[in-house]
């Protein structure tokens, strides 16, 4: 039986702005295949035996060529798998998501398109940018900023784009932020038209640079600021010293590593969330029931002789709920304990 593919935009980096449809194409997919915008928290909610494979690339190096991904999508499909393809942003979004599924339709496999949260309004949002503003931007578009100065010539038409719409936003140009700021000034846009350039947006080490079409070149150069980064121009830009959030959050900027069993991490890892940081659970403890059979012997051997306590004392969470299953196991009546005095470490254990 042939399987079928999900076509499903990851959001723009931060975990929690994937959808709820998105998140639950992950936690049912047997296969999962991944790109490096893609959030690696979101890995964490795959069914357990679930397939990972990475097909990350970068501006210089791919891991897998989109011909190849293609072809990894049908093939795993006619094994019968379910399979996710999460991608960074949104997936039509200069995503190439309609190659993909053409090859699919081709051999006869269903799949779904889920939207993402597109990059494009995102990353700038969490840069304190609106991307429209009633007094500044009643238009908007989205521009590739990928291709060579020849491609982009050819595929973008300068002198209708530069001034068409109120902001403009380019998808991966850093590297052609030059030619770009060239591009538009010469076509009529204003050399001291704002310009910012967001880095990692919405993620713990996102980076914001701003300048002018005049000198953002510069500055790009001077600070080394690199890819992947959404570029944004136009007088929305200003908006940012007013409406600047994420980047004023106390924990902005910081990755923190949770070692608590995942069982008790959500409460730390969303106060963590809240403050701007970005928490990775890295549980190096897990509790469990004894397997042996002296040590359950001796275990039941203790909760027998519960009356003859005077004093017990829980040092931790895990003690006191490990302690009750243990009591549900060998029917023993907690009203033993009539005697003791009970203490505990802590208000949580208590």
């Not at 081709?106 to 799949?111: E, M």
């Not at 039941?300 to 004093?311: F, G, P, Q, S, V």
Request: glycine residues 10%.
């Amino acid at each position: 039986m042939t399987g079928k593919v999900y076509l499903v935009g990851a959001g723009p980096g931060d975990a929690k702005l994937i959808t709820v449809k998105g998140l639950e194409c992950v936690q049912k997919a047997d296969v999962l295949v991944y790109d490096r915008l893609a959030s690696p928290r979101l890995l964490k909610w795959m069914k357990p035996g679930g397939q990972k494979i990475y097909v990350g690339k970068l501006p210089d190096r791919h891991t897998m060529k989109q011909e190849e991904i293609n072809q990894l999508l049908v093939d795993l499909a006619l094994e019968g798998k379910t399979v996710v393809r999460l991608k960074g942003g949104d997936p039509t979004i200069f995503g190439r998501v309609g190659e993909e599924a053409e090859l699919l339709r081709r051999h006869g496999i269903l799949y779904e398109i889920v939207p993402g949260v597109t990059s494009a309004i995102s990353v700038p949002a969490y840069a304190g940018i609106p991307v429209t503003h009633r007094d500044m931007a009643s238009s908007l578009s989205i521009i590739t900023g990928h291709e060579s100065p020849d491609k982009l010539d050819h595929s973008i038409h300068w002198d209708k784009v530069t001034n068409a719409t109120g902001t403009l936003v380019f998808l991966m140009g850093v590297a052609k932020i030059g030619y770009i700021s060239a591009q538009l000034i010469k076509h009529g846009r204003p050399p001291e038209t704002p310009v910012a350039l967001v880095r990692w947006g919405t993620r713990a080490d996102q980076e914001t640079l701003t300048g002018t079409l005049a000198d953002i070149e510069a500055k790009v150069k001077a600070a080394d600021f690199q890819s992947p980064a959404v570029i944004v121009v136009g007088e929305v830009v200003l908006q940012r010293e007013q409406l600047m959030w994420a980047e004023a959050l106390p924990l902005f900027g910081k990755r923190i590593v949770v070692t608590r069993a995942r069982s008790q991490a959500s409460e730390l890892v969303n106060r963590i969330e809240e403050l701007g940081g970005e928490p990775y659970e890295f549980p190096v403890i897990e509790t469990r029931m004894p397997e042996g059979a002296g040590q359950r012997a001796d275990i039941a051997a203790a909760l027998a002789a519960l009356e003859e306590y005077d004093y017990v004392f829980f040092t931790s969470v895990n003690g006191v709920e490990f302690f009750w299953r243990h009591l549900a196991e060998l029917k023993v009546d907690i009203r033993g304990l009539h005697r003791a005095c009970i203490g505990a470490v802590g208000p949580a254990t208590a």
